[in-house]
C-alpha cells in the first residue's frame, strides 16, 4: 500500500521536473521533463510482473514502451499538482505516478485492439510495426487483455482500499461499454462494418462517438489525477475541482480528436508514426470530413479556449494545464 509522498522518499516528487523548488513545487509543463518519469514507471511495473510468461512481457513491452506522447499519464500528474496547489498542498497526498501508469496501460491496450485486423487494421504504431504485425494476432489480443488486467492491479496494489476503489470506478467507466469501448463500435458502426441503428452520420453523433472513444479516458487521466492529489475524494473541495477538470476535459477530449482527423488528412507516417489518409479510404467519420479542414480547425480553437478559460479561474494552479492545452493544439504528432 503507498503511503502519502514524503519529501525524502523515491516515490514521484513534483519537485523532481520543477525549475524552482522553492516556488510551489510547479511542474515543467513539457512532455520532455515529464516522460522519462511515466517511462521508468511503467517499465519497474512491467518489469514486476511475476510469473508473466516471457513471450507476453515481451509484447506488452513493446507496445507500451514504443515512443510515445504520454499525453494521458501527463494529464493525471499535472492534475495531481494543480488540484494539490489549489488545496494548498505542498505536494500530491498520494503519489499520482500509479494513477498515470493504469491509464497509459489501459490506453495501449486500447491502442494494440484497435490496430488488429478486425479493428482497424493498421500496419504501423507509434514509429513501429503494430503489435500484431510483431507478435501475431492472437499474442496482442493477450497483450491487450494483460494491460487491461494489470492498470486495475496497479491502482489496487498501489493505493489505499477508498481511493483505489475510486480510481478503479473512474477508469472502468472510461473504458467500459459506455465509454471507449462503446466509441469503437460506434465508429464501426459510422464505417458500416458492423450492424448498429444507432451508426453515428451528424455532427452531434461524431461528437457522441468521440466524447466516448476519446474523451472519456483523457477526462479520466484528470480526474484520477486529481484524486491522489486531493487524498479526500468526498471533500466538497475536491468535488469543486473534479467538477472543473471534467469540464476541461470534455472540452481538451474533442478539440485533441479534431486535430487527430486533421493529421491524417495532412501529417506523414514521419511525423505521427502511424499511416495516413487510411480514414478517408475507409469511408469514416470525420470532422474535416463533416466540416472540412478550416472550420474543423476553428472547432477546435473554440473547444481548447473554453478548456483554458476553465484553468483560468484557478488562479495560476492549473497553468501547467493550460499550456498543455495549447501544445495538444498545435501538434504535429
Avoid at 87 to 94: K, N, Q
Avoid at 96 to 105: L, S
Avoid at 130 to 158: N, P, S, V
Amino acid at each position: 500500500m503507498t503511503r502519502p509522498i514524503h519529501p525524502d522518499s523515491g516515490a514521484f516528487r513534483p519537485e523532481a521536473v520543477t525549475a524552482n523548488p522553492a516556488k510551489g513545487f510547479q511542474f515543467m509543463p513539457t512532455h520532455d521533463e515529464i516522460k522519462p518519469l511515466i517511462e521508468k514507471a511503467l517499465d519497474s511495473l512491467l518489469a514486476h510482473s511475476v510469473g508473466c510468461p516471457g513471450a507476453l512481457l515481451e509484447a506488452m513491452r513493446y507496445s507500451v514502451l514504443a515512443p510515445g506522447k504520454r499525453t494521458r499519464p501527463t494529464l493525471a500528474l499535472l492534475a495531481a499538482k494543480a488540484v494539490a496547489t489549489r488545496l494548498g498542498l505542498r505536494a500530491p497526498a498520494f503519489d499520482p505516478i500509479h494513477a498515470a501508469c493504469a491509464v497509459e496501460m489501459v490506453h495501449v491496450y486500447s491502442l494494440v485492439h484497435d490496430d488488429l485486423p478486425a479493428m482497424d487494421d493498421d500496419d504501423m504504431r507509434r514509429g513501429q510495426p503494430t503489435c500484431h504485425k510483431k507478435y501475431g494476432e492472437a499474442m496482442a489480443i493477450l497483450a491487450g487483455d494483460a494491460l487491461l488486467t494489470l492498470a486495475f492491479e496497479t491502482l489496487a496494489r498501489h493505493y489505499p482500499g477508498p481511493l483505489a476503489g475510486h480510481c478503479c470506478l473512474e477508469l472502468a467507466r472510461a473504458a467500459g461499454p459506455s465509454g471507449m469501448v462503446g466509441g469503437q463500435v460506434a465508429d464501426l458502426a459510422a464505417e458500416g462494418r458492423i450492424n448498429d441503428a444507432e451508426a453515428p452520420t451528424t455532427l452531434e453523433g461524431l461528437e457522441s462517438l468521440h466524447r466516448r472513444k476519446t474523451g472519456q479516458l483523457i477526462v479520466a487521466s484528470l480526474r484520477m489525477g486529481a484524486l491522489a492529489g486531493s487524498g479526500k475524494p468526498d471533500q466538497p473541495e475536491t468535488l469543486a475541482c473534479l467538477a472543473d477538470l471534467t469540464k476541461f476535459g470534455e472540452s481538451l477530449g474533442l478539440a485533441f480528436q479534431i486535430i487527430d482527423d486533421l493529421l491524417d488528412v495532412s501529417g506523414s507516417l514521419e511525423k505521427t508514426g502511424k499511416m495516413v489518409g487510411k480514414d478517408a479510404a475507409r469511408g469514416k467519420l470525420t470532422y474535416p470530413g463533416l466540416l472540412g479542414e478550416q472550420e474543423s480547425r476553428g472547432r477546435a480553437n473554440r473547444l481548447s479556449h473554453e478548456a483554458v478559460s476553465l484553468m483560468k479561474a484557478w488562479n495560476g494552479a492549473g497553468d501547467a494545464l493550460i499550456d498543455m492545452a495549447q501544445r495538444l493544439l498545435d501538434r504535429e504528432t
